[in-house]
Protein backbone atom coordinates (compact mmCIF):
# COMPACT_ATOMS: atom_id res chain seq x y z
CA UNK A 1 0.00 0.00 0.00
CA UNK A 2 1.04 3.37 -0.68
CA UNK A 3 1.19 6.12 2.14
CA UNK A 4 0.07 9.77 1.41
CA UNK A 5 1.67 12.84 3.18
CA UNK A 6 -1.11 15.56 4.35
CA UNK A 7 -0.51 19.26 3.86
CA UNK A 8 0.30 19.52 7.62
CA UNK A 9 3.68 16.57 7.02
CA UNK A 10 1.43 13.44 8.74
CA UNK A 11 1.82 10.47 7.17
CA UNK A 12 -1.92 9.24 6.63
CA UNK A 13 -1.42 6.03 5.46
CA UNK A 14 0.05 4.60 9.07
CA UNK A 15 -2.02 6.33 11.83
CA UNK A 16 -2.83 2.84 13.77
CA UNK A 17 -1.06 1.88 16.96
CA UNK A 18 0.65 5.31 17.02
CA UNK A 19 0.50 5.89 20.44
CA UNK A 20 3.07 4.40 22.46
CA UNK A 21 0.69 4.77 26.22
CA UNK A 22 -1.61 1.98 26.77
CA UNK A 23 -5.14 2.85 29.06
CA UNK A 24 -4.50 6.64 27.79
CA UNK A 25 -8.08 6.99 28.12
CA UNK A 26 -8.29 5.64 31.67
CA UNK A 27 -10.57 3.20 30.59
CA UNK A 28 -9.54 -0.24 32.50
CA UNK A 29 -9.17 0.04 36.30
CA UNK A 30 -8.71 -3.93 36.97
CA UNK A 31 -7.37 -3.60 40.73
CA UNK A 32 -10.21 -0.68 41.62
CA UNK A 33 -11.85 2.69 41.17
CA UNK A 34 -10.34 4.55 44.53
CA UNK A 35 -7.52 4.50 46.87
CA UNK A 36 -8.22 6.37 50.02
CA UNK A 37 -4.75 7.26 50.51
CA UNK A 38 -1.76 6.12 48.08
CA UNK A 39 0.90 4.01 48.79
CA UNK A 40 4.48 4.08 46.73
CA UNK A 41 4.35 1.21 44.06
CA UNK A 42 0.34 1.13 43.66
CA UNK A 43 -1.72 1.01 40.71
CA UNK A 44 -5.20 2.06 39.76
CA UNK A 45 -6.07 3.10 36.35
CA UNK A 46 -4.20 0.20 34.34
CA UNK A 47 -0.34 0.93 33.89
CA UNK A 48 -0.41 4.08 35.53
CA UNK A 49 1.54 4.03 38.77
CA UNK A 50 1.31 6.35 41.88
CA UNK A 51 4.66 6.67 43.13
CA UNK A 52 5.88 8.68 46.64
CA UNK A 53 8.73 8.88 48.95
CA UNK A 54 5.49 10.23 51.73
CA UNK A 55 2.95 7.95 52.16
CA UNK A 56 -0.52 8.80 52.09
CA UNK A 57 0.26 12.33 50.78
CA UNK A 58 -2.77 11.87 47.89
CA UNK A 59 -5.03 9.70 46.64
CA UNK A 60 -6.66 8.81 43.29
CA UNK A 61 -9.41 7.71 41.56
CA UNK A 62 -11.56 7.20 38.80
CA UNK A 63 -14.10 10.26 37.61
CA UNK A 64 -16.63 10.57 35.41
CA UNK A 65 -15.62 14.11 35.30
CA UNK A 66 -13.76 13.86 31.72
CA UNK A 67 -13.97 16.08 28.38
CA UNK A 68 -16.21 15.16 25.67
CA UNK A 69 -15.66 12.11 23.98
CA UNK A 70 -13.72 10.18 27.06
CA UNK A 71 -15.49 8.01 29.70
CA UNK A 72 -13.09 8.42 32.59
CA UNK A 73 -10.33 10.22 33.82
CA UNK A 74 -7.60 9.81 36.63
CA UNK A 75 -8.47 12.29 39.76
CA UNK A 76 -5.17 12.85 41.87
CA UNK A 77 -6.28 15.05 45.16
CA UNK A 78 -3.82 16.26 47.48
CA UNK A 79 -4.62 15.07 51.32
CA UNK A 80 -2.50 17.53 53.16
CA UNK A 81 -0.82 21.04 52.96
CA UNK A 82 2.98 19.30 52.93
CA UNK A 83 6.12 20.33 51.76
CA UNK A 84 8.20 18.00 50.51
CA UNK A 85 12.11 17.28 51.27
CA UNK A 86 14.74 18.24 48.50
CA UNK A 87 14.99 13.99 48.15
CA UNK A 88 11.08 13.63 47.82
CA UNK A 89 9.61 11.65 45.34
CA UNK A 90 5.89 12.47 44.48
CA UNK A 91 4.85 11.61 41.02
CA UNK A 92 2.92 8.81 38.69
CA UNK A 93 3.78 7.44 35.58
CA UNK A 94 3.98 4.90 33.00
CA UNK A 95 6.90 2.38 32.12
CA UNK A 96 6.94 2.09 28.17
CA UNK A 97 8.05 -1.70 27.22
CA UNK A 98 11.13 -1.61 25.00
CA UNK A 99 10.27 -3.56 22.47
CA UNK A 100 7.47 -0.55 22.11
CA UNK A 101 10.11 1.99 22.08
CA UNK A 102 12.60 0.65 19.55
CA UNK A 103 10.93 2.90 16.39
CA UNK A 104 12.21 6.14 18.88
CA UNK A 105 16.48 5.08 18.31
CA UNK A 106 16.81 7.12 21.29
CA UNK A 107 20.35 6.84 22.18
CA UNK A 108 21.44 7.05 18.67
CA UNK A 109 22.17 9.55 15.62
CA UNK A 110 18.46 9.20 14.21
CA UNK A 111 16.39 9.96 17.28
CA UNK A 112 13.26 10.66 16.81
CA UNK A 113 10.87 13.55 17.83
CA UNK A 114 7.82 12.73 19.87
CA UNK A 115 4.92 14.45 20.90
CA UNK A 116 2.63 14.32 24.03
CA UNK A 117 -0.82 15.09 24.45
CA UNK A 118 -3.26 14.93 27.17
CA UNK A 119 -5.96 16.74 28.59
CA UNK A 120 -5.77 18.11 31.93
CA UNK A 121 -8.04 20.24 34.92
CA UNK A 122 -6.74 21.42 37.66
CA UNK A 123 -8.07 23.50 41.00
CA UNK A 124 -4.53 24.95 40.92
CA UNK A 125 -3.62 27.52 37.67
CA UNK A 126 0.11 27.92 36.48
CA UNK A 127 3.22 26.06 35.55
CA UNK A 128 2.83 21.86 36.13
CA UNK A 129 5.38 19.40 34.71
CA UNK A 130 6.90 16.01 34.27
CA UNK A 131 9.10 14.51 32.46
CA UNK A 132 10.41 11.66 30.36
CA UNK A 133 13.51 9.38 31.68
CA UNK A 134 15.55 6.03 30.57
CA UNK A 135 15.04 2.81 32.64
CA UNK A 136 18.86 3.79 33.62
CA UNK A 137 17.29 7.18 35.34
CA UNK A 138 20.69 8.90 34.47
CA UNK A 139 19.05 10.59 31.25
CA UNK A 140 15.26 12.77 31.62
CA UNK A 141 13.40 15.60 29.95
CA UNK A 142 11.52 17.90 32.24
CA UNK A 143 8.75 19.40 30.21
CA UNK A 144 6.22 22.15 31.29
CA UNK A 145 2.65 23.15 31.11
CA UNK A 146 0.27 26.03 31.74
CA UNK A 147 -3.29 25.22 33.55
CA UNK A 148 -4.88 28.79 32.16
CA UNK A 149 -8.90 28.36 34.13
CA UNK A 150 -8.82 26.68 37.21
CA UNK A 151 -11.57 23.52 36.79
CA UNK A 152 -11.43 23.29 33.30
CA UNK A 153 -10.47 21.04 30.91
CA UNK A 154 -7.42 21.81 29.13
CA UNK A 155 -5.81 20.21 26.10
CA UNK A 156 -2.02 20.25 25.95
CA UNK A 157 0.98 19.48 23.10
CA UNK A 158 4.27 19.02 23.98
CA UNK A 159 6.92 18.63 21.27
CA UNK A 160 10.07 16.47 22.77
CA UNK A 161 13.26 16.75 20.45
CA UNK A 162 14.91 13.17 20.73
CA UNK A 163 17.77 12.28 22.75
CA UNK A 164 21.10 11.04 21.04
CA UNK A 165 22.72 9.95 23.60
CA UNK A 166 22.71 8.14 27.07
CA UNK A 167 21.76 4.43 27.35
CA UNK A 168 18.12 3.51 26.39
CA UNK A 169 16.89 -0.11 26.49
CA UNK A 170 16.09 -1.66 22.68
CA UNK A 171 14.30 -4.00 21.52
CA UNK A 172 14.11 -6.19 25.05
CA UNK A 173 10.54 -6.23 27.26
CA UNK A 174 12.37 -4.37 30.09
CA UNK A 175 11.89 -0.49 30.73
CA UNK A 176 12.05 1.55 27.39
CA UNK A 177 11.35 5.21 28.54
CA UNK A 178 8.98 6.32 31.68
CA UNK A 179 6.36 8.78 31.05
CA UNK A 180 6.06 11.09 34.21
CA UNK A 181 3.59 13.29 36.00
CA UNK A 182 4.87 15.16 38.79
CA UNK A 183 2.83 16.31 41.92
CA UNK A 184 5.28 17.85 44.23
CA UNK A 185 8.94 16.20 43.97
CA UNK A 186 11.56 17.92 45.53
CA UNK A 187 13.96 19.98 44.61
CA UNK A 188 16.96 17.63 44.01
CA UNK A 189 14.79 16.18 41.49
CA UNK A 190 13.38 18.42 39.35
CA UNK A 191 15.35 20.79 36.56
CA UNK A 192 14.87 23.25 33.74
CA UNK A 193 12.33 22.40 31.36
CA UNK A 194 12.79 21.64 27.49
CA UNK A 195 15.83 20.15 27.80
CA UNK A 196 17.76 16.69 28.23
CA UNK A 197 19.47 16.21 31.27
CA UNK A 198 22.28 13.98 32.59
CA UNK A 199 20.24 13.28 35.68
CA UNK A 200 16.72 11.22 36.20
CA UNK A 201 14.67 14.21 36.84
CA UNK A 202 10.64 13.96 37.82
CA UNK A 203 9.51 17.43 36.89
CA UNK A 204 10.48 21.16 35.93
CA UNK A 205 12.22 24.17 38.08
CA UNK A 206 9.13 26.02 39.15
CA UNK A 207 6.28 24.44 38.90
CA UNK A 208 3.29 23.76 41.03
CA UNK A 209 3.22 21.42 43.94
CA UNK A 210 -0.59 19.74 44.00
CA UNK A 211 0.01 17.69 47.07
CA UNK A 212 1.31 21.37 48.75
CA UNK A 213 -2.47 22.51 48.71
CA UNK A 214 -4.53 20.24 50.86
CA UNK A 215 -7.36 19.25 48.85
CA UNK A 216 -6.12 20.28 45.57
CA UNK A 217 -6.81 18.16 42.54
CA UNK A 218 -5.54 17.12 39.18
CA UNK A 219 -7.42 15.05 36.01
CA UNK A 220 -5.72 13.30 33.51
CA UNK A 221 -7.25 11.23 30.47
CA UNK A 222 -6.67 11.38 26.70
CA UNK A 223 -3.05 10.68 27.39
CA UNK A 224 -1.19 9.96 23.99
CA UNK A 225 2.78 9.87 22.95
CA UNK A 226 3.65 9.52 19.30
CA UNK A 227 6.36 9.86 16.94
CA UNK A 228 6.39 12.54 15.06
CA UNK A 229 6.23 16.65 15.84
CA UNK A 230 2.83 17.17 15.94
CA UNK A 231 0.23 16.14 17.51
CA UNK A 232 -2.92 13.85 16.09
CA UNK A 233 -6.38 13.44 17.42
CA UNK A 234 -6.80 10.61 20.09
CA UNK A 235 -6.48 7.62 19.01
CA UNK A 236 -9.79 5.28 20.54
CA UNK A 237 -9.79 1.57 20.08
CA UNK A 238 -12.07 -1.02 21.14
CA UNK A 239 -12.35 -1.45 24.82
CA UNK A 240 -11.91 -5.06 24.34
CA UNK A 241 -8.56 -4.47 22.34
CA UNK A 242 -7.55 -1.91 24.83
CA UNK A 243 -7.91 -4.63 28.16
CA UNK A 244 -5.92 -6.77 25.84
CA UNK A 245 -3.23 -4.55 26.27
CA UNK A 246 -3.66 -3.58 29.89
CA UNK A 247 -3.49 -7.45 30.32
CA UNK A 248 0.26 -8.42 29.14
CA UNK A 249 0.99 -6.43 32.35
CA UNK A 250 -1.56 -7.49 34.47
CA UNK A 251 -4.42 -9.57 34.41
CA UNK A 252 -7.16 -10.11 37.07
CA UNK A 253 -9.87 -12.81 37.66
CA UNK A 254 -12.75 -12.28 39.75
CA UNK A 255 -13.61 -9.02 41.69
CA UNK A 256 -13.42 -5.67 39.46
CA UNK A 257 -15.02 -8.14 37.06
CA UNK A 258 -17.73 -9.15 38.61
CA UNK A 259 -17.51 -13.16 38.80
CA UNK A 260 -20.26 -13.47 41.66
CA UNK A 261 -20.57 -14.91 45.25
CA UNK A 262 -19.97 -18.59 43.91
CA UNK A 263 -17.91 -17.68 40.72
CA UNK A 264 -15.46 -20.70 39.21
CA UNK A 265 -11.84 -19.90 38.80
CA UNK A 266 -10.12 -22.96 38.01
CA UNK A 267 -10.06 -26.96 37.66
CA UNK A 268 -7.85 -29.50 38.05
CA UNK A 269 -7.55 -33.17 39.72
CA UNK A 270 -6.71 -34.58 43.30
CA UNK A 271 -4.22 -36.81 43.86
CA UNK A 272 -5.68 -37.93 47.67
CA UNK A 273 -4.88 -35.03 50.04
CA UNK A 274 -3.37 -32.61 47.34
CA UNK A 275 -3.72 -31.62 43.97
CA UNK A 276 -3.19 -29.27 40.96
CA UNK A 277 -5.29 -27.47 39.36
CA UNK A 278 -4.71 -25.07 36.09
CA UNK A 279 -3.94 -21.72 35.32
CA UNK A 280 -5.41 -20.02 31.92
CA UNK A 281 -4.69 -16.22 31.70
CA UNK A 282 -6.60 -14.45 28.73
CA UNK A 283 -3.67 -12.88 27.06
CA UNK A 284 0.36 -13.78 27.25
CA UNK A 285 2.38 -11.41 30.32
CA UNK A 286 5.57 -9.40 29.71
CA UNK A 287 7.08 -11.67 31.71
CA UNK A 288 6.61 -14.75 34.20
CA UNK A 289 4.15 -13.39 36.27
CA UNK A 290 3.38 -13.18 39.97
CA UNK A 291 0.74 -15.31 41.12
CA UNK A 292 -1.54 -13.50 43.77
CA UNK A 293 -5.02 -14.42 45.29
CA UNK A 294 -7.20 -12.74 48.01
CA UNK A 295 -10.60 -13.36 49.41
CA UNK A 296 -12.59 -16.51 50.30
CA UNK A 297 -11.98 -19.73 48.17
CA UNK A 298 -13.44 -23.01 48.17
CA UNK A 299 -12.12 -26.23 46.47
CA UNK A 300 -15.02 -28.68 45.60
CA UNK A 301 -13.57 -32.26 44.77
CA UNK A 302 -15.80 -35.45 44.59
CA UNK A 303 -18.86 -34.79 47.70
CA UNK A 304 -16.58 -32.33 49.60
CA UNK A 305 -15.49 -28.82 50.31
CA UNK A 306 -12.21 -27.87 51.69
CA UNK A 307 -10.58 -24.22 52.17
CA UNK A 308 -8.13 -23.25 49.22
CA UNK A 309 -4.47 -23.01 49.82
CA UNK A 310 -1.74 -22.67 47.57
CA UNK A 311 1.34 -24.60 47.66
CA UNK A 312 4.92 -22.49 47.10
CA UNK A 313 5.92 -24.78 44.01
CA UNK A 314 3.09 -23.23 42.04
CA UNK A 315 4.38 -22.60 38.31
CA UNK A 316 3.16 -19.82 36.12
CA UNK A 317 5.29 -19.40 32.52
CA UNK A 318 4.50 -15.91 30.79
CA UNK A 319 2.39 -18.02 27.69
CA UNK A 320 -0.53 -17.66 29.88
CA UNK A 321 -0.94 -21.30 31.15
CA UNK A 322 0.57 -23.23 34.05
CA UNK A 323 -0.98 -24.57 36.93
CA UNK A 324 -1.28 -23.82 41.07
CA UNK A 325 -0.64 -26.66 43.50
CA UNK A 326 -2.97 -27.40 46.18
CA UNK A 327 -1.95 -27.57 49.60
CA UNK A 328 -4.73 -29.91 51.20
CA UNK A 329 -8.02 -31.25 49.48
CA UNK A 330 -10.51 -32.64 52.46
CA UNK A 331 -11.57 -35.29 52.83
CA UNK A 332 -9.18 -37.28 50.71
CA UNK A 333 -10.97 -37.82 47.32
CA UNK A 334 -8.34 -40.29 45.72
CA UNK A 335 -5.72 -39.55 42.53
CA UNK A 336 -8.12 -38.65 39.56
CA UNK A 337 -10.55 -37.30 41.05
CA UNK A 338 -11.58 -33.44 39.47
CA UNK A 339 -11.41 -30.27 41.86
CA UNK A 340 -13.58 -27.25 40.89
CA UNK A 341 -11.98 -23.80 42.94
CA UNK A 342 -14.78 -21.23 42.98
CA UNK A 343 -15.17 -18.28 45.34
CA UNK A 344 -16.69 -18.76 48.81
CA UNK A 345 -19.66 -16.35 48.77
CA UNK A 346 -17.27 -13.30 48.69
CA UNK A 347 -18.11 -11.33 45.12
CA UNK A 348 -14.98 -9.19 45.71
CA UNK A 349 -12.58 -12.61 45.29
CA UNK A 350 -9.47 -12.65 42.67
CA UNK A 351 -6.66 -14.42 41.14
CA UNK A 352 -4.14 -12.12 40.22
CA UNK A 353 -1.03 -12.18 37.59
CA UNK A 354 1.25 -9.62 37.52
CA UNK A 355 4.11 -8.83 34.84
CA UNK A 356 4.32 -5.14 35.61
CA UNK A 357 7.53 -3.31 34.07
Known amino acids: AVSTIDPNGLNVGQFGNRN ?21 GAYLADRFSMRTSNNGWYRADQSTDAPEGFPYSLKITSLGSNTPSSGAYIFFSQKIEGFNTV ?10 TVTLSFYVRSSLAGTHGGAIRNNAQNRSYPFSYTINAIDTWEYKTITIVGDTTGTWVGATNGIGLELIWNLGSGSNNIGTAGAWQSAGKLGATGEVNIVSTNGATLYLTGVQLEVGDTSTDFEHISVGDQLQKCQRYYERLGSVGGYGNYAGFSCGFSNGSTGSAIVSMRTPKRATPTFSYSGSFRIISGSGVSTFAVSTDTYIDKSGTGYINLNTISPNTGTGYSVVITANN ?8 DAEL
Open 20 to 40: LITNGSMQHWQRGISNTSVND
Open 103 to 112: PLAYGTASAK
Open 346 to 353: DANAYFAF
